[in-house]
Nanobody, 120 residues
Framework: QVTLVESGGGVVQAGGSLRLSCAAS????????IGWFRQAPGGEREYVTS????????HYAFSVSGRFIISRDNVKNTVYLQMNSLKPEDTAVYYC?????????????WGPGTQVTVSS
């Protein structure tokens, strides 16, 4: 089992950057493929990106490809999401997820989420 906690959300102007962190407060994050998902107001939760246990393989949703970068530091038990060139449509609650067996799907472990708001 793993307990995930996100941080780093906030309010940023369009074109700006934010870096989110996903830390494991219990368990070892290196044992899991980690994904980021997001949910905009009134919308469904959608896949953003994921990274393999070793960090060698990453995958991105088309909407964020070229702007977002996922990385991990297994020594620090943390996964990061660097978000650049942010757009108002990136506004959402961002969730960290662990345990997926297939790319672009969700595993059973979720963090509580962190709010990202991009103003125009």
């Amino acid at each position: 089992q793993v307990t995930l906690v996100e941080s780093g959300g906030g309010v940023v102007q369009a074109g700006g950057s934010l870096r989110l962190s996903c830390a494991a407060s219990r368990g070892t994050i290196s044992s899991y493929t980690i994904g980021w998902f997001r949910q905009a107001p009134g919308g469904e939760r959608e896949y953003v990106t994921s990274i393999s246990r070793s960090g060698e393989r990453t995958h991105y949703a088309f909407s964020v490809s070229g702007r977002f970068i996922i990385s991990r530091d297994n020594v620090k038990n943390t996964v990061y999401l660097q978000m650049n060139s942010l757009k108002p449509e990136d506004t959402a609650v961002y969730y960290c997820n662990a345990g997926a067996f297939t790319i672009a799907t969700a595993g059973e472990y979720w963090g509580p989420g962190t709010q990202v708001t991009v103003s125009s």
